[in-house]
């Protein structure tokens, strides 16, 4: 069974306007969760995280939220560049050094 | 530059074989992870090494095994190899204490022909 789940494939959004990428969990064990963004031919490199005693971490132009009671967390990307096109990794994790549970992930293309 | 490095970047080999793959991690970290991702798929777990130590186990197949050294390399051993083995394999590494962030190396495409 998919313990974290990205249900959007894709997602298309105009360059400069707001990109929302969302996630559900399953597993009510996870704690700690973590954004990745991959290019083509590149390993997933880390965006952005939160801690389960948080809703909202913020990094610049990207936001997460966490919903623990509906156990959805979403990655805003505020505004959105050309350069941010690529596929997103929503990851799971209990805490310390334990593997990550990835989504399928979400490609996202920013349109000039 | 995350600091891990995998090798190869790509290896082209028949059914049957066996390749290994290699992995350093980034500089102080001792866990280092092994995850596959097939076409169109998220990053499957595959196992965990800390400071020498097999730690964690995911859908690992009885044909695959791996290792972590002394000097902390890791490498991952695929035999009998089969068509569905065909994927990106990813290497990560992390630090103790450090909110399980895991930097990943840019990963080997292994295609079985």
């Known amino acids: 069974d998919q313990q974290v789940k990205q249900n959007s494939p894709s997602l298309s959004v105009q360059e400069g306007r707001i990109s929302i990428l969302n996630c559900d969990y399953t597993?009510?064990?996870?704690?700690?969760f973590l954004w990745y963004k991959k290019y083509p031919a590149e390993g997933p490199t880390f965006l952005i995280s939160?801690?389960?005693?948080?809703d909202k971490n913020e990094d610049g132009r990207f936001t997460v939220f966490l919903n623990k009671s509906a156990k959805h967390l979403s990655l805003h990307i505020v505004p959105s560049q050309p350069g941010d096109s690529a596929v997103y990794f929503c990851?799971?994790?209990?805490?310390?050094?334990?593997?990550?549970?990835f989504g399928k992930g979400t490609r996202l293309s920013v349109i000039a | 530059d995350s600091g891990v490095t995998q090798t190869p970047k790509h290896l082209i080999t028949a059914t049957g074989q066996r390749v290994t793959l290699r992995c350093s991690p980034r500089?102080?970290?001792?866990?280092v992870y092994w995850y596959q991702q097939s076409l169109d798929q998220g990053l499957q777990f595959l196992i965990q090494?800390?400071?020498?130590?097999?730690?964690a186990k995911g859908n690992i197949l009885e044909r695959f095994s791996a290792q972590q050294f002394p000097d902390l390399h890791s490498e991952l051993n695929l035999s009998s190899l089969e068509l569905g083995d065909s994927a990106l394999y990813f290497c990560?590494?992390?630090?103790?204490?450090?909110?399980?962030?895991?930097?990943f190396g840019a990963g080997t495409r292994l295609s079985v022909l």
């Open positions: 597993n009510s064990m996870f704690d700690y």
């Open positions: 939160i801690s389960s005693i948080k």
């Open positions: 990560a590494s992390s630090t103790p204490g450090a909110k399980n962030i895991q930097y």
């Open positions: 500089s102080g970290d001792l866990s």
């Open positions: 990851a799971a994790s209990v805490s310390g050094n334990t593997p990550l549970v």
């Open positions: 090494y800390y400071n020498g130590e097999e730690r």
